[in-house]
């Protein structure tokens, strides 16, 4: 079973370039969230969604956008991307809410800015 | 706001003895905690979770964390600590409300031979 997926799995912009990161599952599950993780910060969610064609800001949103046409794919983009923005990304999702639902997590796209 | 406090961002374990990971938690409601464990070059991975059923916790890999009130804790811990249990290890929180986890800084594990 595929669970979730990342693609792609590495990228390297220069700052001022954009890119779109595509999370796919085949889980049927309502929930997905966009995290991203560097060094002694744990995870930090970005943006979610709780349903096809809805999405919410997280914690850290500023510099991103996501969208959810179709329930199954999550996309995060980068419209000018920043070195601060270095970091390895994270989708998950969740058939319940995540308090009581277990995520499940993509295995990371790790993307470096310039 | 929630916040999650994870103790030592490294642990530095013998085979065979204890594992111990610290977590405390700031919630003004009764929370929903959670124990996840990243391998290398992998997603993380739910471990156990709590709920607000038994204050024990038994996860996979025979790893169980305990539930302490009046401590605001959650530290995970294994009898006995195998190779294979080098990972990192993230506590996470929500509130019985929401629908979104706040994790900690993660506590990276090394089991030496």
């Known amino acids: 079973n595929a669970g979730v997926t990342q693609t792609p799995k590495f990228r390297v912009l220069k700052t001022g370039q954009s890119m779109t990161l595509l999370c796919a599952q085949d889980?049927?599950?309502?929930?997905m969230y966009w995290y991203r993780q560097d060094p002694g910060m744990g995870l930090r969610l970005i943006h979610y969604?709780?349903?096809?064609?809805?999405?919410a800001k997280g914690e850290v949103p500023d510099g991103y956008n996501v969208s959810r046409l179709k329930k199954q794919n999550f996309l995060l983009g980068l419209e000018s991307a920043a070195p601060s923005q270095t970091s390895v990304y994270f989708c998950?999702?969740?058939?319940?809410?995540?308090?009581?639902?277990?995520?499940?997590f993509g295995e990371g796209s790790r993307l470096t800015v310039l | 706001a929630q916040s999650v406090t994870q103790l030592g961002s490294h642990v530095s374990v013998s085979e065979g003895a204890l594992v111990l990971l610290r977590c405390n938690y700031s919630?003004?409601?009764?929370?929903?905690l959670f124990w996840y464990v990243q391998y290398p070059n992998q997603g993380l991975q739910l471990l156990l979770k709590y709920t607000s059923a038994a204050t024990l916790v038994k996860g996979i890999n025979g790893f169980e964390a305990e539930f302490k009130k009046s401590e605001t804790s959650f530290h995970l811990t294994k009898p006995s600590a195998h190779m294979s249990d080098a990972a990192e290890y993230f506590c996470a929180v929500s509130k019985a409300a929401g629908n979104k986890l706040t994790f900690g800084g993660g506590t990276r594990v090394l089991v030496k031979p």
């Open positions: 919630s003004s409601v009764p929370p929903y």
């Open positions: 998950a999702s969740s058939y319940l809410a995540g308090n009581t639902g277990e995520l499940f």
């Open positions: 969604s709780v349903g096809e064609g809805t999405t």
């Open positions: 889980m049927n599950h309502e929930y």
